[in-house]
């Protein structure tokens, strides 16, 4: 069963630090490139950040750069999502998701190209 599960979510103050991260089970990251979104209630779920396979090439929406870091291990099947200088705006739940790539430097920051998607992790920042 393919399968993605994101962990690392909870509640954090303004100006804290979280790391998400993202386990695969029944795929190989290794062949996939990767995304992060997010969706707040009553919004539309949008792009946040999104890694290379082969973790060279990286992209992120202008709200969190600077702020946020993805990278990826290959070897342990897992992608992250560091977060830092944590704001109010943040909180939202976090999916992580993939996309079969046919080269390393492929990367989307379309939701609908992505096919494989975890249930989310909610991460709630107070002011």
């Known amino acids: 069963q393919v399968q993605l599960v994101e962990s690392g979510g909870g509640l954090m103050q303004t100006g804290g630090s979280l790391r998400l991260s993202c386990a695969a089970s029944g795929l190989t990251l290794t062949w996939c490139a990767m995304g992060w979104f997010r969706q707040a209630p009553g919004k539309e779920r949008e792009f946040v950040a999104a890694?290379?396979?082969?973790?060279?090439?990286?992209d992120y929406v202008d709200s969190v750069k600077g702020r946020f870091t993805i990278s990826r291990d290959n070897a342990k099947n897992t992608v992250y999502l560091q977060m830092n200088s944590l704001k109010p705006e943040d909180t939202a739940v976090y999916y992580c998701?993939?996309?079969?790539?046919?080269?390393?430097?492929?990367?989307?920051?379309?939701?609908?190209?992505?096919?494989?998607w975890g249930q989310g992790t909610q991460v709630t920042v107070s002011s």
């Open positions: 998701a993939a996309v079969y790539s046919g080269t390393d430097t492929y990367y989307t920051t379309n939701r609908a190209e992505y096919n494989i």
């Open positions: 890694i290379s396979r082969n973790g060279g090439s990286t």
